[in-house]
């Protein structure tokens, strides 16, 4: 770090060693800097070197079109007229005809039509974020091959819940002039045998309503682009998404929507419009099923289908599941201790003040309900840090460093893509050295290289191996760096003990820290996508919309933000708790769930169990009010939500259990 001591005058520094990364020198920064005294500079910025390259967040979600769904028709299949229903515990103690006892595989089937559905992302997606395991079944391309064998084998069901992406699975080869069926009626015969006999759960997860649902037909359908509808959670709703805010109503926006009401009295409405149209319904059939019906479409960024996906996910597999959800926000913030350059010149380096306005800010998010999980993590350059006590932002740092998670991002900022091994492990060890000793929540498994560099680079790989990493990220913005399915990271193809976890860039640059930089940017960029110039407020809008995407689906990965942002640009607010601060309003007008920032080696953790699950050729069984059963033959750790245990998590009032398998043996748990 540079110290300036007298109060007026400017002079020209030169740092000695002029090598860059890779050559022989000893790779100190180098070059003229001119210093403003009694300020303190540190890293590439006081060179007038970019720190970063300047990483984008998606501008908004992509809009998809909404399908209008072909006119209505239930299979043409006759049900049993069975006059009284069974109970849902009697229904669970009858096994199928012949069978003594049932068992159910722990995966989900979804059966689409011809895969073209706006839904089908949506319901894979929400799968995904549960990390559940489902199969998808493409109707039209396997005409008349759901067949009986395909659901179950003997007494063992092979899924313990069915989603089809449209009542009825209507679909058109001629662009709308007529629709059929994908499912043939011995198919669809076979479904509904199946889940008659193994008291599975199926959801439309959109529909055109009729009597297959228990429904009458739709009295009109809106555009809700045009004309949203406000859904209301019924007092049988409110226990199916018991997590839902029900102070505050649902609008179902940007998609299709039929207005019905039930024709069956064993129909349960659970979310309802304001004429008390049924728009999310349950139904036990005369045959015993358990159905669910949605009508309006839905796609993987629409916010009714990400804040209703939880509680479908739950009630499909009446909340037993391999796999585990909860909502995330993990934002870290690089650069702490250095100078950031900034878009409108000069270089900023946060305060001991900006650093104390933060946390203060911090302490007051995690005192509203459901936040007190969470805490920001702090990716640091350890060059900037004076711990003599003269430098009142080491101190600051230093004196609340329990209520942050510290995170290794090397010594002084140097990219690592061509670093040889000796400066690329110098550059982590140094700020290792530092932070041992220092901060109290740091561990050596986590690092974040300087401008997310070095990941294909072998050296900057053996390196991080050598002192102890086993977590880094990546940029998503990059191609292939990005999440190859929903909370699953990647190993690495050179170091394979090394796993990246991908990490969102946001359109809260890191060369901004007050809010007329930070509009000045952010217009410079995309006045031209939104047709003119936004107000900070309409920028912290749409920033905080995309982060809210991220929460509600449970995404367990970390957000980009940079120091500047923690300036207290009017001494008491920054712009990263601005947009957050709008973000968690978002966020509670629709959710309950409690929000988790897990330390890093914690997500990189349970990205690796699942990655391990989903190799390991585990068998998971549920005997339906009796027991879960897990088989591998390989070692294998992983979570099963809804099973209680001495070493249960508790997350919103639910048990999320690690369980241990090791090879070629059975773990047995029995559910309550």
């Given at each position: 770090?540079?110290?300036?001591?007298?109060?007026?005058?400017?002079?020209a520094?030169?740092?000695?060693?002029?090598g860059?990364?890779?050559?022989?020198?000893?790779?100190?920064?180098?070059?003229?800097?001119f210093?403003?005294?009694?300020?303190?500079?540190?890293?590439?910025?006081?060179?007038?070197?970019?720190?970063?390259?300047?990483?984008?967040?998606?501008?908004?979600?992509?809009?998809?079109?909404?399908?209008?769904?072909?006119?209505?028709?239930?299979?043409?299949?006759?049900h049993?007229?069975?006059?009284?229903?069974p109970?849902?515990?009697?229904?669970?103690?009858?096994p199928?005809?012949?069978?003594?006892?049932?068992?159910?595989?722990?995966?989900?089937?979804?059966?689409?039509?011809?895969?073209k559905?706006?839904?089908?992302?949506?319901?894979?997606?929400?799968?995904?974020?549960?990390?559940?395991?489902?199969?998808?079944?493409?109707?039209?391309?396997?005409?008349?091959?759901?067949?009986?064998?395909?659901?179950?084998?003997?007494?063992?069901?092979?899924?313990?819940?069915?989603?089809?992406?449209?009542?009825?699975?209507?679909?058109?080869?001629d662009?709308?002039?007529?629709?059929?069926?994908?499912?043939?009626?011995?198919?669809?015969?076979?479904?509904?045998?199946?889940?008659?006999?193994?008291?599975?759960r199926?959801?439309?997860?959109?529909?055109?309503?009729?009597?297959?649902?228990?429904?009458?037909?739709?009295?009109?359908?809106?555009?809700?682009?045009?004309?949203?509808?406000?859904?209301?959670?019924?007092?049988?709703g409110?226990?199916?998404?018991?997590?839902?805010n029900?102070?505050?109503?649902?609008?179902?926006?940007?998609?299709?929507?039929?207005?019905?009401?039930?024709?069956?009295?064993?129909?349960t409405?659970?979310?309802v419009?304001?004429?008390?149209h049924?728009?999310?319904?349950?139904?036990?059939?005369?045959?015993?099923?358990?159905?669910?019906?949605?009508?309006?479409?839905?796609?993987?960024?629409l916010?009714?289908?990400?804040?209703?996906?939880?509680?479908?996910?739950?009630?499909?597999?009446?909340g037993?599941?391999?796999?585990?959800?909860?909502?995330?926000?993990?934002?870290?913030?690089?650069?702490?201790?250095?100078?950031?350059?900034?878009?409108?010149?000069?270089?900023?380096?946060?305060?001991?003040?900006?650093?104390?306005a933060?946390?203060?800010?911090?302490?007051?998010?995690?005192?509203?309900?459901?936040?007190?999980?969470?805490?920001?993590?702090?990716?640091?350059?350890?060059?900037g840090?004076?711990?003599?006590?003269?430098?009142?932002?080491?101190?600051?740092?230093?004196?609340?460093?329990?209520?942050?998670l510290?995170l290794?991002?090397?010594?002084?900022?140097?990219?690592?893509?061509?670093?040889?091994?000796?400066?690329?492990?110098?550059?982590?060890?140094?700020?290792?050295?530092?932070?041992?000793?220092?901060?109290?929540?740091?561990?050596?498994?986590?690092?974040?290289?300087?401008?997310?560099?070095?990941?294909t680079n072998?050296?900057?790989?053996?390196?991080?191996?050598?002192?102890?990493?086993?977590?880094?990220?990546?940029?998503?913005?990059?191609?292939?760096?990005?999440?190859?399915?929903?909370?699953?990271?990647?190993?690495?193809?050179?170091?394979?003990?090394?796993?990246?976890?991908?990490?969102?860039?946001?359109?809260?640059?890191?060369?901004?820290?007050?809010?007329?930089?930070?509009?000045?940017?952010?217009?410079?960029?995309?006045?031209?996508?939104?047709?003119?110039?936004?107000?900070?407020?309409?920028?912290?809008?749409?920033?905080?919309?995309?982060?809210?995407?991220?929460?509600?689906?449970?995404?367990?990965?970390?957000?980009?933000?940079?120091q500047?942002?923690?300036?207290?640009?009017?001494?008491?607010h920054?712009?990263?708790?601005?947009?957050?601060d709008?973000t968690?309003?978002?966020?509670?007008?629709?959710?309950?769930?409690?929000?988790?920032?897990?330390?890093?080696?914690?997500?990189?953790?349970?990205?690796?169990s699942?990655?391990?699950?989903?190799?390991?050729?585990?068998?998971?069984?549920?005997?339906?009010?009796?027991?879960?059963?897990?088989?591998?033959?390989?070692?294998?750790?992983?979570?099963?939500?809804?099973?209680?245990?001495?070493?249960?998590?508790?997350?919103?009032?639910?048990?999320?259990?690690?369980?241990?398998?090791?090879?070629?043996?059975?773990?047995?748990?029995p559910?309550?």
């Amino acid at each position: 770090m540079i110290r300036r001591e007298a109060p007026i005058l400017v002079i020209a520094a030169i740092l000695t060693g002029c090598g860059s990364p890779g050559s022989s020198s000893n790779h100190e920064l180098d070059g003229p800097i001119f210093l403003d005294l009694l300020q303190v500079c540190a890293g590439p910025a006081c060179l007038g070197l970019p720190v970063e390259n300047l990483t984008l967040g998606p501008v908004a979600p992509p809009v998809i079109r909404s399908q209008w769904l072909g006119p209505p028709g239930a299979p043409a299949l006759a049900h049993p007229t069975a006059l009284e229903r069974p109970s849902r515990a009697t229904a669970l103690a009858t096994p199928p005809p012949g069978c003594s006892s049932y068992s159910l595989g722990m995966q989900v089937l979804v059966i689409a039509t011809d895969g073209k559905e706006n839904d089908l992302p949506a319901i894979q997606q929400a799968l995904g974020y549960h990390t559940i395991p489902f199969s998808t079944w493409t109707a039209a391309q396997n005409p008349g091959l759901l067949t009986a064998d395909k659901l179950s084998a003997g007494c063992a069901g092979k899924y313990q819940g069915i989603i089809l992406t449209t009542g009825g699975l209507l679909y058109s080869t001629d662009g709308g002039a007529s629709f059929r069926s994908a499912l043939t009626s011995a198919e669809w015969q076979a479904l509904r045998n199946y889940e008659a006999s193994f008291h599975v759960r199926e959801i439309s997860w959109y529909v055109n309503p009729s009597a297959d649902q228990g429904l009458n037909p739709a009295s009109a359908s809106v555009d809700t682009t045009t004309s949203p509808i406000d859904g209301t959670l019924t007092a049988a709703g409110k226990t199916v998404f018991p997590y839902v805010n029900s102070a505050n109503p649902i609008t179902i926006s940007q998609a299709w929507a039929y207005l019905t009401t039930p024709s069956d009295p064993n129909v349960t409405p659970l979310l309802v419009d304001k004429d008390n149209h049924a728009l999310v319904s349950r139904r036990l059939t005369s045959d015993g099923r358990e159905t669910m019906a949605l009508t309006f479409d839905s796609n993987p960024n629409l916010v009714h289908d990400l804040v209703l996906a939880h509680g479908l996910v739950e009630w499909l597999t009446t909340g037993i599941y391999l796999g585990e959800f909860r909502a995330y926000l993990t934002p870290q913030s690089d650069d702490l201790f250095i100078d950031d350059d900034m878009f409108t010149g000069g270089v900023y380096r946060i305060t001991a003040d900006d650093y104390n306005a933060a946390h203060s800010w911090q302490v007051g998010q995690q005192a509203n309900p459901g936040n007190s999980g969470f805490r920001l993590a702090m990716a640091f350059n350890a060059i900037g840090a004076d711990t003599s006590g003269d430098d009142p932002l080491t101190s600051a740092v230093l004196a609340t460093n329990a209520d942050y998670l510290f995170l290794n991002h090397t010594w002084d900022h140097q990219n690592l893509d061509n670093a040889d091994y000796a400066f690329a492990f110098s550059q982590i060890d140094q700020n290792n050295q530092f932070a041992i000793g220092q901060f109290q929540n740091f561990t050596t498994a986590n690092f974040i290289s300087p401008d997310v560099s070095g990941l294909t680079n072998p050296n900057a790989l053996a390196a991080m191996r050598d002192t102890g990493v086993k977590y880094t990220v990546s940029d998503t913005s990059q191609p292939g760096w990005s999440n190859p399915a929903p909370n699953i990271g990647i190993y690495s193809s050179i170091e394979p003990s090394i796993l990246i976890i991908p990490r969102r860039p946001t359109n809260l640059f890191y060369n901004v820290s007050t809010p007329d930089e930070w509009t000045a940017e952010y217009n410079s960029l995309y006045a031209t996508y939104w047709g003119r110039a936004l107000s900070y407020a309409e920028v912290l809008d749409k920033e905080s919309q995309n982060v809210l995407l991220y929460m509600l689906e449970g995404e367990i990965d970390p957000h980009m933000y940079h120091q500047p942002n923690l300036r207290a640009y009017d001494g008491v607010h920054t712009l990263l708790g601005d947009l957050l601060d709008l973000t968690f309003q978002k966020f509670r007008k629709s959710s309950t769930l409690p929000v988790m920032s897990p330390d890093m080696q914690v997500a990189g953790a349970r990205i690796a169990s699942t990655m391990a699950r989903n190799a390991s050729g585990l068998t998971a069984t549920l005997t339906p009010g009796v027991s879960v059963s897990f088989s591998s033959p390989v070692d294998v750790q992983f979570a099963v939500s809804g099973v209680c245990t001495t070493g249960s998590e508790n997350y919103a009032g639910k048990c999320i259990t690690p369980v241990h398998v090791t090879a070629g043996g059975t773990v047995t748990l029995p559910v309550q």
